[in-house]
């Protein structure tokens, strides 16, 4: 996912969080490497944690895996 696509994320998360209501789903964060769209926003409302990090695909997932402990990562 790239910068600005709130619509992707917005579906994704409604798969993971809502439909799918997975209890694998134990930390929720989003890495964002400067969006100016409503990812922000969209993050407060599901109750995720915003992480900004470097621009570029890498970095923002590395970003997302230092943070995290669980065992199974969504990407």
């Known amino acids: 996912m790239g910068l600005q696509h709130v619509g ?4 994704k998360l ?7 209501k997975s209890r694998l789903c ?3 964060y989003v890495s964002d490497g400067g969006s100016n769209d409503e990812t922000q926003l969209l ?4 109750t ?3 992480i ?8 923002q997932l ?14």
Do not use: H
């Not at 409604?14 to 799918?20: E, I, P, R, T």
């Not at 993050?43 to 599901?46: A, E, G, K, R």
């Open 26 to 28: 134990t930390q929720n």
């Open 48 to 50: 995720v944690n915003l």
């Open 43 to 46: 993050c407060s409302q599901y």
């Open 8 to 11: 992707f994320l917005k579906k």
């Open 62 to 75: 590395n970003a997302g895996a230092q943070v995290s402990d669980g065992e199974i990562l969504f990407f």
């Open 52 to 59: 900004e990090a470097p621009l570029g695909r890498g970095s």
């Open 14 to 20: 409604y798969f993971l969080l809502d439909k799918f």
